[in-house]
T-cell receptor, first 109, second 114 residues
Framework: AQRVTQPEKLLSVFKGAPVELKCNYS??????LFWYVQYSRQRLQLLLR??SRESIKGFTADLNKGETSFHLKKPFAQEEDSAMYYC???????????FGSGTRLSIRP | EAGVAQSPRYKIIEKRQSVAFWCNPI?????LYWYQQILGQGPKLLIQ????????DSQLPKDRFSAERLKGVDSTLKIQPAKLEDSAVYLC????????????FGPGTRLTVL
């Protein structure tokens, strides 16, 4: 079965420090990978998708097929980055998404 | 544009009771999804509709869960009878097309089964 693994339930870093949220996937082939974010009292929303190779709010994520990873990175954390982050894998043929269990990112002032 | 609406936002019931959740997707969105999110886990797809037809309900516990989208717009998800393990947040999402990254999520309904 396809699986998305986020090994850290909680990641706490100081403001201004680099951030890396880990994500590993199990699908072989051409995966579609995403990061979703849920800020406190807000809805789950798409942060970025690997196919667009974009940087959103300073975050980037690189797909590493050899390591089957899609880690989310930001060089300098900001307090407003505190949120729940979910890595997800999509299947266009089935238009469905499988989510990881999430990592809570806490930025300390 | 208005977002995905869900009601109620919170519901507490006793086990073996029945409960229903309602979702109103974004206007014009043909695809509607129901997810179950248990505490400490990511959302898990229960059922996906394309207009009023079911596309995927492989993870829906059909002995107790049912869902419908009669006119291809609003949808209801029902649990009958509820079990303790059904305690979770139930998320509704909608998308204009079937691309997996174009889903807009509602605020969710938090269900507690006692």
């Amino acid at each position: 079965a396809q699986r998305v693994t986020q090994p850290e339930k909680l990641l706490s870093v100081f403001k201004g420090a680099p951030v890396e949220l880990k994500c590993n996937y199990s699908y072989s082939g051409s995966p579609e990978l995403f990061w979703y974010v849920q800020y406190s009292r807000q809805r789950l929303q798409l942060l970025l998708r690997h196919i667009s190779r974009e940087s959103i709010k300073g975050f980037t994520a690189d797909l590493n097929k050899g390591e089957t990873s899609f880690h989310l990175k930001k060089p300098f954390a900001q307090e407003e980055d505190s949120a729940m982050y979910y890595c997800a894998q999509g299947y266009s043929s089935a238009s469905k998404i499988i989510f990881g269990s999430g990592t809570r990112l806490s930025i300390r002032p | 544009e208005a977002g995905v609406a869900q009601s109620p936002r919170y519901k507490i019931i006793e086990k073996r009771q029945s409960v229903a959740f309602w979702c109103n997707p974004i206007s014009g969105h043909a695809t509607l999804y129901w997810y179950q999110q248990i505490l400490g886990q990511g959302p898990k797809l229960l059922i996906q509709f394309q207009n009023n037809g079911v596309v995927d309900d492989s993870q829906l516990p059909k002995d107790r869960f049912s869902a419908e989208r009669l006119k291809g717009v609003d949808s209801t998800l029902k649990i009958q009878p509820a079990k303790l393990e059904d305690s979770a947040v139930y998320l509704c999402a909608s998308s204009l097309d079937r691309a997996p990254d174009t889903q807009y999520f509602g605020p969710g309904t938090r269900l507690t089964v006692l």
